[in-house]
């Protein structure tokens, strides 16, 4: 909770460091609460704090432990649902992405879930 309290950004870091996926998995639905929430705990969580974390939600995808798959599904659709409106826009406004006028953050987290589309296709068709 001390990272937390500082900023989400702090926590998320500091996750990222350990690199540690068990970590990872216990901490996701605290994630999801503030994403849904606005304020759980501290400070909401940013978009660019998602980003960050995307990398090691992917590498967890691919974990042979369900709650680390399920947990990552989870915040890619709680990241989903809640800026789907900015992802969405990114279609739609090519020519503000041009211009720069776009967030990285959304580029970024646009361009990371769909590197992570045939990943999550696999996981939909497997038996079980």
């Not at 609460?33 to 909401?44: E, L, R, T």
């Not at 947990?71 to 789907?84: E, N, P, V």
Request: charged residues 20%; positive net charge.
């Amino acid at each position: 909770l001390t990272f937390w309290k500082q900023s989400p950004s702090a926590l998320v870091s500091y996750i990222l460091r350990i690199n540690n996926d068990a970590l990872t998995a216990d901490v996701i639905p605290v994630l999801i609460k503030s994403i849904k929430d606005g304020n759980a705990i501290g400070k909401p969580i940013s978009m660019g704090a998602c980003l960050e974390l995307l990398p090691a939600l992917q590498t967890m995808l691919t974990s042979k432990y369900e709650d680390y798959i399920s947990g990552s599904l989870d915040l890619i659709r709680t990241i989903l649902k809640h800026w789907w409106k900015d992802l969405k826009s990114l279609q739609v406004s090519q020519q503000a992405v041009k211009l720069g006028l776009r967030s990285r953050s959304v580029n970024g987290v646009y361009t990371s879930i769909v590197a992570m589309t045939d990943i999550i296709r696999k996981i939909a068709t497997r038996p079980g």
